[in-house]
């Protein structure tokens, strides 16, 4: 773009701070002047000790930030430019995220970040910092060995452990996010926000995203629309109706935010759609509501609840579905035992036989005998497409002992042999591949 740059740095300056903070103040705002100078523009870098304090100014010229746009630059939900137009020329969104880990940076340093500008002619962003004072040096610290960092008085003090508790090192978070967005400062603020919680993992495109789903499968997947290689529409539709990816929920996070566009969103199967900016609060909450829902999801079809069928549109009342409920579980309880049957479910309901065949039939349900016959067929269909037992495990499993009687059985609910039923239903997908 033909962009003139000059700089003006005092040579040999020699500054206490920390390495990756500076490192990452400067090249945002480098970088954020290069994608906003014009063709045949200026940029100009100052870094210079002044007495006590460093100063560091970048200064581009462009059309700037207006009045009323400048206390909102540090702010992570604000939007100030076109961001379809930034898209068309390659450039990421800009969403306010860069300025505002910026600003977050300076104000751990004890520092202060302070902007000039002029609409259509300049914007110079003016860094201060004061210098620390040095620590005792305490050898390479892992992140998890840090136990307290405070910044008081301009000192940094560092305070270990006394010792490794071997099971909090190991104490890792039980649900895993993958976050796919070409937006590397949106993929560290996200990682950020979500870290204390979730473990993550990120990808800067849906095809990356789709590797990592080949190895690991998370427990909730946060995805961008506007990237290159394979959109966020695509790759939700493709994970969407892959039967191994379609139950993870999935949640769309996006500029695209008009009526329209969400819509396109959910109808290509997102659980949720949120538009930029965001708040983060809100997107815990959708996050934690979307896991937890899932979970009772599983927790229900691996209860004897799933079990449960409701016949002939009857309504049962609370206590009676706990009933039948109750029922489910004391058989799932003795799938293995061939002694179970009628009699000892009575008797475990604290009730008679007489009076359990009565219930069963008020309930409209079969028989005690079939009603206890059809939850082990029920749990064997079950087994057949969540294992790899064989039949005579299978049968093993529910206590069936005459191999053609357990056929015969299977054949009348489900209209096939076992292995027809597992050929059938068990279906690789490799949509994916």
């Known amino acids: 773009n033909r962009i003139q740059l000059e700089t003006d740095i005092t040579p040999d300056i020699i500054w ?30 100052s870094i210079k000790k002044e007495e006590d304090k460093l100063s560091i100014k970048v200064y581009n010229t462009g059309k700037g930030i207006s009045k009323e746009n ?51 002619q300049y914007a110079q962003f003016i860094v201060t910092l004061p210098a620390l004072e040095t620590t005792e040096k305490v050898g390479n610290i892992q992140p998890h060995e840090i136990a307290k960092v405070e910044l008081s008085n301009y000192k940094t003090e560092v305070t270990l452990p006394e010792t490794v508790n071997n099971e909090e090192e190991t104490n890792q978070p039980e ?43 998370p427990n909730l997947i946060i995805t961008d629309i506007m990237m290159p290689k394979i959109d966020g529409i695509t790759l939700t539709k493709q994970l969407k109706n892959n039967k191994h990816t379609a139950h993870i929920p999935l949640v769309i996070l996006s500029a695209k935010n008009t009526t329209d566009e969400k819509i396109e969103g959910i109808e290509s199967g997102a659980d949720a759609y949120i538009p930029k900016p965001f708040n983060t609060q809100y997107l815990r909450t959708i996050i934690k509501q979307l896991i937890k829902k899932q979970e ?23 206590e009676d579905k706990e009933y039948l409920q109750t029922a489910i579980e004391i058989i799932n309880k003795n799938m293995d035992n061939a002694e179970f049957g009628p009699d000892e479910l009575a008797e475990a309901m604290q009730t008679s036989g007489r009076n359990l065949y009565r219930k069963f039939k008020k309930l ?15 749990y064997a269909a079950k087994l057949l497409l969540t294992t790899t037992l064989n039949i005579q495990e299978i049968m093993y499993r529910i206590a069936a002992t005459n191999r053609s009687h357990f056929y015969k059985e299977f054949a009348k609910r489900y209209n096939q042999t076992p292995r027809e039923y597992r050929e059938a239903n068990k279906q690789k997908d490799d949509s994916l591949v």
């Open 296 to 318: 009772e999801l599983k927790q229900y079809y691996n209860s004897s609840a799933s079990a449960f069928d409701y016949s002939g549109g009857q309504l049962l009342q609370n």
């Open 175 to 217: 649900n895993t996010i993958l976050i796919i967005d070409d937006n590397k400062e949106l993929l560290w603020m996200l990682k950020d926000i979500l870290s204390n919680e979730y473990a993550i993992l990120t990808a800067e495109n849906g095809e990356e995203g789709l590797e990592l789903l080949k190895q690991e499968t």
């Open 364 to 378: 409209n349900q079969s028989s005690p005998k079939d009603f206890i016959k059809e939850q082990k067929m029920k």
């Open 16 to 45: 206490r701070s920390d390495h990756n903070g500076f490192t990452k103040i400067l090249n945002n705002l480098i970088s954020n002047a290069f994608k906003y100078t014009p063709e045949n523009g200026t940029i100009r870098i």
């Open 70 to 120: 400048l206390p909102l630059i540090f702010n992570r939900y604000s939007i100030l430019d076109n961001i379809k137009e930034n898209s068309i020329k390659g450039l990421s969104s800009r969403n306010g995220l860069g300025l505002a880990i910026c600003q977050s940076m300076i104000e751990l340093l004890h520092g202060t970040i302070n902007v000039e500008s002029e609409v259509n």
